[in-house]
């Protein structure tokens, strides 16, 4: 997608729709914003005592999360969409992401495994499968069961609109940890998604997004370290929807440019011919926790922000508590000598700490 269409991390949840100018992907936000999914002819349903799940037997994708036994619900993908495939063919080498849907589903409430096969110019090119799990009001979302046939590569899998909420909805709103976070109200927020990160591509410093309702709240943590997190926000003033979802990545593309931290408009590292698809040696897992109140009252993103909090690992040590961290920068990879050597480091952390009546000590 060209740089030029993405919103900074911060201001596409804050400026005015107006804003926005007009573009081609303009214009497929609004479109995608009048598509609709359709209740599904051919259902499958999960669940546990406090979640139903009912998903889409040909896609394979979320229809409707219903919260039991409130019977509120939020929607799931929206927009008629499909998981995405991104594979790679090393003779002759190339890359094809395609839309594909399910080819069989085996469901064993709490549990649904969708099986998908990928293609590449008509020859079967990987197979996996999609697992939904009902623990509780969460939703695991897992990629089992991964087969490349010889020659092929599976890169990644994209599933961008796990969850939905519309303007319409009472008290719609969204909200994203990165750079500090942002939460902004539906009605007020421009048409776009998070601009991916030049080092890290989708990989979110802070996995975890939401979206929600004055009732319901839609939390996705993504719990795969190399695994990307989407939030979008699609339409036009009046009818815009918000989605958050994952790309569950198999490999590193090799074919890619990468950041290395050297700044806006240095070289970036990129990769030829026989650049390997690094494989990543992870399960890929995320999950959807939904939140309501007991009573049925209003919630808002701090009851989302509670539940992370609240499963998050015990500080392992205090002893930052009450310092100030102060960052050398002393090299990196394009510059042709150091800016700071470790001499002059030492000098410059030997100064600050005379001022407080400290020394440096080796280590």
Same mark, same amino acid.
């Given at each position: 997608?060209?740089?030029?269409n993405?919103?900074?991390?911060?201001?596409?949840?804050?400026?005015? @729709?107006?804003?926005?100018?007009t573009?081609a992907?303009?214009?497929?936000l609004?479109?995608q914003a009048?598509?609709?999914r359709?209740?599904?002819t051919?259902?499958?349903a999960?669940?546990s005592?406090?979640?139903? =799940?009912?998903?889409?037997?040909?896609?394979g =994708?979320?229809?409707?999360?219903?919260?039991?036994?409130?019977g509120?619900s939020?929607? @799931?993908?929206d927009?008629g969409?499909k998981?995405? +495939?991104t594979v790679?063919?090393?003779?002759p080498r190339?890359?094809?992401t395609?839309?594909i849907?399910?080819?069989?589903?085996i469901?064993?409430?709490?549990r649904?495994?969708?099986? &998908?096969?990928a293609t590449y110019?008509g020859?079967?090119? +990987?197979?996996f499968?999609i697992?939904?799990?009902?623990?509780?009001?969460?939703?695991?979302?897992?990629m089992e069961s991964?087969e490349e046939?010889p @020659?092929?590569?599976?890169i990644?899998v994209?599933m961008p609109?796990?969850?939905?909420?519309?303007e319409?909805?009472?008290?719609?709103?969204?909200?994203?940890g990165?750079?500090?976070?942002?939460?902004?109200?539906?009605n007020?927020a421009t048409a776009g998604?998070?601009?991916?990160?030049t &080092?890290? @591509?989708?990989?979110?410093?802070?996995?975890?997004v939401?979206?929600?309702?004055?009732? +319901?709240?839609?939390?996705?943590e993504?719990?795969?370290?190399?695994d990307?997190?989407e939030?979008? +926000?699609?339409g036009v003033p009046g009818?815009?929807?918000?989605s958050l979802?994952?790309?569950k990545?198999?490999?590193?593309?090799g074919?890619l440019?990468?950041?290395?931290?050297t700044?806006?408009g240095t070289p970036?590292?990129?990769g030829?011919?026989?650049?390997?698809?690094?494989?990543?040696e992870?399960k890929?897992?995320?999950?959807?926790?939904f939140?309501?109140?007991?009573?049925?009252?209003?919630?808002?993103w701090?009851g989302?922000?509670r539940l992370?909090?609240?499963?998050m690992p015990v500080i392992?040590t205090h002893y930052y508590?009450?310092?100030? =961290?102060y960052?050398v920068?002393c090299d990196?990879p394009?510059?042709?000598e150091?800016?700071?050597?470790?001499?002059?480091a030492?000098?410059?952390?030997?100064?600050?700490?005379?001022?407080?009546?400290?020394t440096?000590r080796?280590?």
């Amino acid at each position: 997608m060209d740089q030029k269409n993405q919103i900074g991390r911060r201001s596409f949840l804050k400026a005015s @729709g107006a804003s926005l100018p007009t573009s081609a992907w303009s214009e497929l936000l609004a479109n995608q914003a009048q598509a609709a999914r359709d209740r599904p002819t051919h259902s499958v349903a999960i669940r546990s005592l406090n979640l139903e =799940v009912i998903l889409d037997g040909d896609d394979g =994708v979320p229809y409707e999360y219903r919260l039991l036994p409130s019977g509120l619900s939020i929607r @799931g993908e929206d927009y008629g969409g499909k998981i995405s +495939v991104t594979v790679c063919r090393w003779h002759p080498r190339g890359f094809v992401t395609t839309p594909i849907s399910a080819v069989s589903v085996i469901a064993t409430p709490p549990r649904a495994d969708f099986r &998908f096969n990928a293609t590449y110019e008509g020859q079967l090119a +990987v197979a996996f499968v999609i697992r939904y799990a009902v623990e509780g009001p969460t939703v695991f979302v897992s990629m089992e069961s991964i087969e490349e046939k010889p @020659g092929y590569e599976l890169i990644e899998v994209g599933m961008p609109r796990l969850a939905t909420a519309h303007e319409s909805d009472q008290g719609a709103w969204l909200a994203h940890g990165e750079y500090g976070g942002s939460l902004v109200s539906l009605n007020q927020a421009t048409a776009g998604q998070l601009r991916p990160n030049t &080092f890290w @591509g989708k990989v979110l410093a802070t996995p975890v997004v939401m979206i929600g309702t004055d009732r +319901v709240i839609s939390v996705l943590e993504v719990t795969s370290y190399l695994d990307g997190a989407e939030l979008a +926000v699609a339409g036009v003033p009046g009818s815009r929807r918000a989605s958050l979802g994952t790309v569950k990545a198999h490999r590193v593309n090799g074919s890619l440019c990468y950041d290395i931290n050297t700044g806006k408009g240095t070289p970036r590292n990129c990769g030829n011919a026989r650049t390997p698809n690094l494989r990543i040696e992870q399960k890929s897992v995320c999950r959807l926790d939904f939140v309501t109140h007991p009573s049925g009252a209003p919630v808002d993103w701090l009851g989302g922000a509670r539940l992370v909090r609240s499963r998050m690992p015990v500080i392992p040590t205090h002893y930052y508590d009450d310092k100030l =961290v102060y960052a050398v920068h002393c090299d990196q990879p394009l510059w042709k000598e150091p800016r700071t050597t470790f001499a002059q480091a030492e000098s410059l952390i030997g100064a600050r700490l005379s001022r407080f009546g400290g020394t440096v000590r080796e280590r």
